[in-house]
Nanobody, 124 residues
Framework: QVQLVESGGGLVQAGGSLRLSCAAS????????MGWFRQAPGKEREFVAA????????YYADSVKGRFTISRDNAKNTVYLQMNSLKPEDTAVYYC?????????????????WGQGTQVTVSS
């Protein structure tokens, strides 16, 4: 089992950057592929980015490709989401999630563990 805690959210102006972190408990973090999802007010939760348990494979939603970067440090049990060139439409609660598997996935039903979320607000 793994517990996830996100941090790094906040208020930023359009065009700015934020880096989200997700710290995982447990000694088997490297056995989990990780993902980031987000949910804007009044909308369904959507996929943002994912990486494989080694970090060697990544997968992005078209809406963030070229602006966001997912990475992980297995020695620190942490996955990151670097967000650049932020837009007001990126405003949402961002969640990290873990799945006990090797590769990437954009299907939230495949993720068994979720953090509590961190708010990101981008002002215009």
């Amino acid at each position: 089992q793994v517990q996830l805690v996100e941090s790094g959210g906040g208020l930023v102006q359009a065009g700015g950057s934020l880096r989200l972190s997700c710290a995982a408990s447990g000694r088997t973090f490297s056995s989990y592929a990780m993902g980031w999802f987000r949910q804007a007010p009044g909308k369904e939760r959507e996929f943002v980015a994912a990486n494989s348990r080694s970090g060697g494979s990544t997968y992005y939603a078209d809406s963030v490709k070229g602006r966001f970067t997912i990475s992980r440090d297995n020695a620190k049990n942490t996955v990151y989401l670097q967000m650049n060139s932020l837009k007001p439409e990126d405003t949402a609660v961002y969640y990290c999630a873990a799945r006990f598997a090797y590769g990437t996935s954009n299907d939230e039903d495949e993720y068994g563990y979720w953090g509590q979320g961190t708010q990101v607000t981008v002002s215009s």
